[in-house]
Nanobody, 132 residues
Framework: QVQFVESGGGLVQPGGSLRLSCAAS????????IGWFRQAPGKEREGVSC????????YYADSVKGRFTISKDNAKSTVYLQMSSLEPDDTAVYYC?????????????????????????WGQGTQVTVSS
């Protein structure tokens, strides 16, 4: 049974940092692109970042480039999202999921461009609130 569990969210002031974790079980990270998504109240779910299987190539949404860093530890079956210089607009529930169709993250002009229909095994999410 495949399961993703997100953790690490919380309340942080603007300009602060957080590191989110996505613990995967029942799935080999080498064979799937793993994406981080977020959804704010009243807004559509947005793809934030992705790390490809095997190659580990990373991609980011334009809104987080230079501020967020995705990484993975295959031995721990965990994908991380290091978030820095956080802004109030980063407030959302953050989710991770696996792309069951692509090993390499889908992208356009070097920016993350996911096909949400290809993603499965969504976790319960972790809340990130950026506020003073």
């Amino acid at each position: 049974q495949v399961q993703f569990v997100e953790s690490g969210g919380g309340l942080v002031q603007p300009g602060g940092s957080l590191r989110l974790s996505c613990a995967a079980s029942g799935l080999d990270l080498d064979y799937y692109a793993i994406g981080w998504f977020r959804q704010a109240p009243g807004k559509e779910r947005e793809g934030v970042s992705c790390v490809s299987g095997r190659s580990g190539t990373t991609y980011y949404a334009d809104s987080v480039k230079g501020r967020f860093t995705i990484s993975k530890d295959n031995a721990k079956s965990t994908v991380y999202l290091q978030m820095s210089s956080l802004e109030p607009d980063d407030t959302a529930v953050y989710y991770c999921a696996a792309d069951i169709t692509h090993v390499v993250c889908t992208h356009y002009s070097n920016s993350y461009s996911p096909y949400p229909r290809d993603y499965r095994y969504w976790g319960q999410g972790t809340q990130v609130t950026v506020s003073s």
